[in-house]
């Protein structure tokens, strides 16, 4: 099999880890596997390039920024290449731009456009381990770009589907996928495997396991992605397509967002075009709105209510301010500590009574819902943040998903 392993910067966080890093892709080797490895930058080290720049001024300019953010990367894989050729093991590391990954010149969230991938098979070939920094790449322009934060996991997902790999092995500090977080229940499960499209969802609540896009590239390529642990054993979560035994599972897992807050714009005139004057300087604004709710109109004035990343709470009062004058509404209030909890499964698509159940969940444990939406494969309910553990716990035993 041909077989991508990327491992975070947990895992290559030391020279000891990365001796162990190399450890586990000579045993993969040794069982008969041609091995490409994408390595993330020593953990921290990302976060501290970006706190040097943001010393000198808080809008560093983003090609400068590339530059600076890529270099975290050259060295683990030149780190890694080191060990594995000291180790008996010939193996080359290689920069995004080496191996020929190609991306648009929008900097510090680039994306990829073609990999050439050439030299990873010259170096499979040769019989020499390929190591490649991850999260980076080149412009047209030959300028180097990074790919977003924890990037280093679409590089390892794009280069499988280059190089139409068997497998995309993602190294990380968990074991894999859990139904909930274990650190708020004891008995959350790993899940041995979990759609593409779940995963998403998951992700994107912010089960920071994988990085979004590559969880989206992995879908539209169909790469076989399997999430688990550098440092323990165990045959951690798999990515695929949905099947059969996936919708007998209504519900894969429960998540929780903290990081959100809520805006009700109250007495506002129900016209046409009211909507617009709200979410367009807010959209203007780059703050990016998750759920929104309208009541029905009493007396042609109705609510408004929203959620915005916490972190943008300053800025979204400071446009409400002015927003309520333009639309004539009578007044706005901010809840900033609320939390989104979701449960996520394939399986509601063809059963019912799912959000019945977690609407009692709730109830049962006392719990008011502020806000709630859907999707086909998930319900989300805003609560006060004060009651978050409760409700993830709670749901997590009512729609059983523990040991
Ligand atoms: N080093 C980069 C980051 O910290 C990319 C990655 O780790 O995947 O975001
Ligand atoms: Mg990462």
């Given at each position: 099999?041909?077989?991508?392993?990327?491992?975070?910067?947990?895992?290559?966080?030391?020279?000891?880890?990365?001796?162990?890093?190399?450890?586990?892709?000579?045993?993969?080797?040794?069982?008969?596997?041609?091995?490409?490895?994408?390595?993330?930058?020593?953990?921290?080290?990302?976060?501290?390039?970006?706190?040097?720049?943001?010393?000198?001024?808080?809008?560093?300019?983003?090609?400068?920024?590339?530059?600076?953010?890529?270099?975290?990367?050259?060295?683990?894989?030149?780190?890694?290449?080191?060990?594995?050729?000291?180790?008996?093991?010939?193996?080359?590391?290689?920069?995004?731009?080496?191996?020929?990954?190609?991306?648009?010149?929008?900097?510090?969230?680039?994306?990829?456009?073609?990999?050439?991938?050439?030299?990873?098979?010259?170096?499979?070939?040769?019989?020499?381990?390929?190591?490649?920094?991850?999260?980076?790449?080149?412009?047209?322009?030959?300028?180097?770009?990074?790919?977003?934060?924890?990037?280093?996991?679409?590089?390892?997902?794009?280069?499988?589907?280059?190089?139409?790999?068997?497998?995309?092995?993602?190294?990380?500090?968990?074991?894999?996928?859990?139904?909930?977080?274990?650190?708020?229940?004891?008995?959350?499960?790993?899940?041995?495997?979990?759609?593409?499209?779940?995963?998403?969802?998951?992700?994107?609540?912010?089960?920071?396991?994988?990085?979004?896009?590559?969880?989206?590239?992995?879908?539209?390529?169909?790469?076989?992605?399997?999430?688990?642990?550098?440092?323990?054993?165990?045959?951690?979560?798999?990515?695929?397509?949905?099947?059969?035994?996936?919708?007998?599972?209504?519900?894969?897992?429960?998540?929780?967002?903290?990081?959100?807050?809520?805006?009700?714009?109250?007495?506002?005139?129900?016209?046409?075009?009211?909507?617009?004057?709200?979410?367009?300087?807010?959209?203007?604004?780059?703050?990016?709105?998750?759920?929104?709710?309208?009541?029905?109109?009493?007396?042609?004035?109705?609510?408004?209510?929203?959620?915005?990343?916490?972190?943008?709470?300053?800025?979204?009062?400071?446009?409400?301010?002015?927003?309520?004058?333009?639309?004539?509404?009578?007044?706005?209030?901010?809840?900033?500590?609320?939390?989104?909890?979701?449960?996520?499964?394939?399986?509601?698509?063809?059963?019912?009574?799912?959000a019945l159940?977690m609407f009692s969940t709730l109830a049962?444990?006392?719990?008011?819902i502020?806000?709630?939406?859907?999707?086909?494969?998930?319900?989300?309910?805003?609560?006060?943040?004060?009651?978050?553990?409760?409700?993830?716990?709670?749901?997590?035993?009512?729609?059983?998903?523990?040991?």
């Amino acid at each position: 099999m041909l077989i991508v392993q990327k491992y975070g910067g947990t895992s290559v966080g030391s020279v000891e880890r990365i001796k162990n890093v190399a450890r586990k892709i000579i045993s993969t080797r040794n069982e008969g596997h041609d091995v490409v490895v994408v390595v993330s930058a020593m953990s921290g080290e990302t976060d501290r390039l970006v706190s040097l720049a943001h010393e000198i001024t808080h809008v560093p300019v983003e090609r400068e920024m590339d530059i600076l953010l890529s270099s975290g990367e050259r060295v683990t894989v030149a780190l890694l290449a080191i060990a594995l050729n000291s180790m008996g093991y010939p193996a080359k590391a290689f920069t995004g731009r080496q191996v020929g990954i190609v991306t648009d010149s929008v900097h510090t969230k680039a994306r990829i456009e073609r990999i050439s991938g050439e030299r990873v098979q010259e170096a499979l070939k040769e019989g020499v381990i390929p190591v490649i920094a991850g999260f980076q790449g080149i412009s047209e322009g030959s300028d180097v770009t990074t790919l977003g934060r924890g990037g280093s996991d679409l590089t390892a997902v794009a280069l499988a589907a280059a190089l139409k790999a068997d497998l995309c092995d993602i190294y990380t500090d968990v074991e894999g996928v859990f139904t909930t977080d274990p650190n708020i229940v004891s008995d959350a499960k790993k899940l041995d495997k979990i759609s593409y499209e779940e995963m998403l969802e998951l992700a994107s609540l912010g089960a920071k396991v994988l990085q979004n896009r590559s969880v989206e590239y992995a879908a539209k390529y169909g790469v076989k992605v399997r999430v688990l642990s550098a440092f323990a054993e165990g045959n951690g979560t798999l990515l695929t397509g949905e099947d059969e035994d996936m919708e007998k599972v209504v519900v894969s897992g429960v998540t929780y967002d903290r990081n959100q807050s809520k805006v009700t714009i109250i007495g506002v005139p129900d016209k046409p075009g009211i909507a617009a004057r709200i979410f367009g300087p807010v959209a203007a604004s780059s703050i990016i709105v998750d759920m929104i709710i309208q009541n029905v109109s009493q007396e042609s004035l109705t609510d408004i209510s929203f959620t915005v990343p916490r972190s943008d709470v300053k800025k979204t009062i400071t446009l409400m301010e002015s927003i309520i004058k333009d639309i004539g509404a009578r007044e706005f209030e901010v809840k900033e500590d609320i939390a989104k909890v979701s449960i996520v499964g394939v399986g509601m698509r063809s059963h019912s009574g799912v959000a019945l159940k977690m609407f009692s969940t709730l109830a049962d444990e006392g719990i008011n819902i502020m806000m709630i939406s859907t999707s086909e494969i998930k319900i989300s309910c805003v609560i006060d943040a004060k009651y978050t553990e409760l409700a993830v716990r709670a749901l997590h035993r009512a729609f059983e998903l523990g040991n």
